[in-house]
């Protein structure tokens, strides 16, 4: 499993997968946080003369075999070709999960002898455990998480073999848990790896270094790449990714929890928003005295908790200390001064959906606390002012009436002059007028959608206003 190439996201027009999600994992979704909390009731337990005598022990923990014979009808392998690999059932009408670089060959245009033919739908096609093979068509292929969604086409008054695999948590996986994955490795199909979870939320494996997957030690071999991993209890828990090539038992996988968000991202309106946790961090460039106490050479000084915010909600308080993210301290990254550690906690958890958990170790006083903060979707007016960061390279002032423009980000490459643009008031985004966040919001939405077809960062004329006189300046963020 090589890396994937570098392109772009591929979203078939009437993809139609819109209230296809995840059946049982849609019922997590919504129930999450909706119910109302219960009274504990607290119950003495019977003497054991008062025990029946018929008691029966518990069920025994499931076999591997088990498991497997349980999980078997929700693999599929994919075929093309162009390549080989492997998915799993995660919606009883045929939608199936697999990984971006399974279909990246295929996803290509094909040559012809005037240059290459555009929009041609990749062949694709999904083979059972029982040699039963059905067509398929990719919904939506990404590049930077990894993931695409397959349909497999379901002939009129056929019913097909297959069964949607239960939906787990990663978040609950533990170091040294029992799993396996299931998979087509050298197109030797449906074939079973067993293994432990190694390592939770390693980072600087994959092309987005700060994407956190699941190390395993099972045998992962080329076309296990899009398969399930399972728990014991038959319960999907990561998609297969990757394997380190030099080396044997050293595997990867995308945590469910973080697939489910994706999906999520897809199939509902605002589920694309960017994490957010709640915090304003303090500015100072000098490590803080209570982490260089504890042995730490650099941190992040909380300098404000948002009440009722997913940080708060952790325990996080003002005057704490961030020193490390997901077990990692911050002080082992290669610029440790304040901005750069700053942007490595904001590029982390934008980069995360609702409902994962990002581990956090702070110093308070002098104790170190292992906190576990669960991310939150940015607010509509939040997520106008990330994209503004992320897209145009300006960042706007929170509480404006109208966008104003706060500071140029670094990294922005400008024609103009930056000093003019701060205070201004956007007027105009690409040549279309701004009259306020409802506007900017489309226009970042046009931004977004060009950058994911085209790749890399177009140039963007912006107008502006200061003192009442119009003015126009070219961005261009840098890669």
Do not use: C
Not at 145 to 168: H, K, Q, S
Not at 303 to 323: F, M, N, Q, T, Y
Not at 334 to 346: C, E, F, G, K, M
Request: no cysteine.
């Amino acid at each position: 499993m090589s890396e994937a190439p570098s392109s772009t996201l591929w979203l078939a027009a009437g993809a139609g997968i819109t209230g296809v999600l995840l059946g049982g994992a849609a019922v997590y979704l919504g129930a999450r946080g909706d119910v109302a909390p219960q009274a504990q009731v607290r119950a003495t337990p019977p003497s054991p003369e008062a025990a029946p005598a018929d008691r029966q022990p518990p069920p025994a923990a499931p076999t591997l075999a088990e498991a497997v014979a349980k999980t078997m009808d929700s693999v599929v392998n994919l075929e093309s070709s162009q390549g080989l690999g492997a998915g799993v059932i995660v919606d009883p009408s045929g939608i199936v999960l697999t990984n971006y670089h399974v279909l990246a060959e295929a996803l290509r245009p094909p040559p012809t002898l005037f240059g290459t033919r555009l929009g041609a739908m990749p062949v694709l096609t999904a083979r059972f455990a029982d040699d039963h093979v059905v067509g398929a068509s990719v919904l939506v292929a990404d590049p930077d998480e990894d993931l695409a969604i397959v349909r497999l086409e379901r002939p009129e008054g056929e019913t097909l073999p297959y069964a949607a695999a239960a939906i787990g948590r990663s978040g609950e996986l533990v170091v040294g848990q029992e799993v396996f994955a299931v998979g087509n490795p050298l197109g030797l199909r449906n074939t079973v790896s067993r293994g432990i979870v190694s390592a939770l939320d390693r980072t600087g494996v994959l092309a987005d270094p700060q994407q956190a997957v699941l190390q395993l030690d099972a045998s992962i071999n080329v076309g296990n790449s899009g398969g399930p991993l399972f728990n014991l209890r038959g319960e999907l828990v990561g998609i297969v990714t990757a394997r380190r090539q030099q080396a044997e038992g050293i595997a990867f996988a995308l945590p469910m929890d973080h697939v489910r968000g994706f999906l999520e991202a897809l199939t509902t309106p605002d589920g694309a928003r960017s994490g957010v946790i709640g915090v304003t961090l303090g500015s100072s460039d000098a490590p803080p005295e209570a982490a260089v106490s504890l042995g730490y050479r650099a941190g992040l000084v909380v300098e404000r908790v948002a009440a009722g915010g997913p940080a708060s909600k952790a325990g996080l308080e003002s005057g704490d200390v961030i020193v490390a993210l997901r077990g990692k301290r911050l002080d082992g990254l290669s610029d440790t001064r304040t901005p750069a550690l700053a942007a490595h906690l904001q590029k982390t958890v934008r980069g995360m959906f609702e409902g994962e958990v990002l581990g956090v170790t702070v110093i308070r006083g002098a104790k170190v606390l292992e906190l576990s903060v669960e991310i939150a979707a940015a607010s509509e007016r939040d997520q106008i002012r990330i994209d503004a960061e992320e897209l145009l390279g300006l960042g706007l002032a929170p509480s404006a009436m109208r966008p104003t423009i706060a500071r140029v980000m670094p990294g922005t490459q400008l024609w103009g002059d930056p000093d003019l643009l701060v205070g201004a008031t956007l007027s105009s985004v690409m040549g279309t007028d701004v009259a306020g966040y409802e506007d900017l919001a489309e226009r970042l939405g046009e931004m977004r959608r060009i950058r994911q077809q085209r790749g890399g960062s177009p140039r963007v004329l912006v107008g502006f206003v200061k003192d009442g006189e119009r003015h126009a300046a070219l961005l261009r963020l840098s890669q």
